[in-house]
């Protein structure tokens, strides 16, 4: 399978019932939230253990798409970012709502442990991608 192949496994598998699971909910725990791509992104290293580990090839990363993905740059893909919002004790003191301020999730990646026959979900995220409604200074 090519490598764009395994990329286009890899959307649809983010695509998944993901957004449905907190969109079930009676209450806001998330807002939606777009990325702010980066300007000429470049692949410096991937760890293909970990890659392993989520049962993907890690030449997949290596294509002009998933670089696209990786910096932000969701144009042309069926995906919809969130920002969780949370909620707990800060230094002590209850803070009251919080939030992802620097965190993005572009989805959930469901994985199968071939060798203990359990499955995983790996929430996928940017971080450092932009503003959030959770930021500091949003």
């Not at 990329?7 to 449905?20: E, G, R």
């Not at 932000?72 to 969130?82: E, H, T």
């Not at 709502?97 to 442990?113: F, P, Y």
């Not at 503003?131 to 949003?138: D, G, H, M, V």
Request: aromatic share 10%; charged share 20%.
């Amino acid at each position: 399978m090519s490598a764009v192949n395994t990329f286009d496994n890899l959307i649809n598998s983010l695509n998944s019932d993901f957004f449905d699971h907190f969109n079930s909910k009676d209450i806001d725990i998330f807002s939606n939230c777009q990325p702010t791509p980066l300007e000429n992104p470049r692949l410096i290293h991937v760890n293909k253990r970990f890659c392993i580990e989520l049962g993907l090839k890690h030449n997949i990363f290596e294509t002009e798409r998933a670089k696209d993905l990786m910096s932000g740059n969701l144009a042309g893909l069926s995906l919809k970012p969130i920002s969780v919002v949370y909620s707990g004790h800060q230094f002590g003191t209850w803070a009251g709502q919080l939030g992802d301020g620097r965190a993005i999730t572009l989805g959930e990646l469901a994985t199968k442990d071939q060798t203990r026959q359990i499955e995983s979900l790996w929430d996928i995220q940017l971080k450092g991608a932009g503003l959030t409604p959770y930021s500091r200074f949003a």
